[in-house]
């Protein structure tokens, strides 16, 4: 038991360093690129290690690249980003855990409904919840701000989302037979 606690911190721990080393490197490529890497980083650690990793990984990455300074310029923002975090791997976790290994084409499908929901989800909740209605609330950012910063939280949202979960139904099937054929489990 103590073992399995210990290698859940560590690969938390691992892909949430992953995570922020990617956006650091990935961060002048624009959202795109640097939201469609988070989002198959997302994938990957719920996946993985499983719900709890995946949960908090979601939480702890947008405050962490708050601090670090490559994330939100407005602190108000963080909380819905990892709202909108945990929404995504929350439902990617219900609706695709079963289906991620891709055994047949019935599974390809059922993971890749599951990961078009959980994409949905994400970008009506930032774009709903964040760009339309709380960022013009927000106090000391400029109608200029709240213009170029829901933009950033509107359709491009869905896009990383879906372009992430693409790329996890690629590289997850991968890892997990890589896995199975060393000695570590994850």
């Known amino acids: 038991m103590k073992t399995n606690k210990i290698n859940y911190i560590t690969q938390t721990a691992v892909m949430l360093a992953l ?3 990617a956006q650091f490197i990935t961060r002048s490529f624009g959202q795109f690129i640097t939201g469609s890497i988070v989002n198959l980083i997302l994938l990957v650690s719920v996946f ?3 719900i709890y990793g995946g949960l908090t990984i979601a939480v702890l990455s947008p405050i962490l690249a708050f601090l670090s300074g490559i994330g939100p310029a407005f602190i108000q ?41 959980a994409s949905a989800v994400k970008f009506l909740f930032l774009w709903l919840g964040l760009a ?19 933009a950033a939280f509107s359709w491009p949202q869905l896009v990383t989302a879906l372009i992430g979960s693409i790329l996890a139904i690629m590289v997850i099937p991968q890892f997990k037979r890589a896995l199975s054929k060393s000695n570590l489990k994850m």
Do not use: C, Y
Request: hydrophobic letters at 60%.
């Open 19 to 21: 995570l922020i080393g």
């Open 48 to 50: 993985v290690i499983g």
């Open 77 to 117: 923002i963080v909380p819905f980003i990892a709202i909108g975090n945990v929404l995504f791997v929350t439902i990617a976790w219900l609706t695709a855990r079963n289906h991620i290994s891709i055994v047949s084409k019935r599974d390809l499908a059922a993971s890749s409904m599951g990961l078009i929901t």
């Open 132 to 150: 339309t209605i709380v960022l013009p609330l927000i106090p000391g950012i400029k109608e200029k701000q709240v213009a170029i910063i829901g």
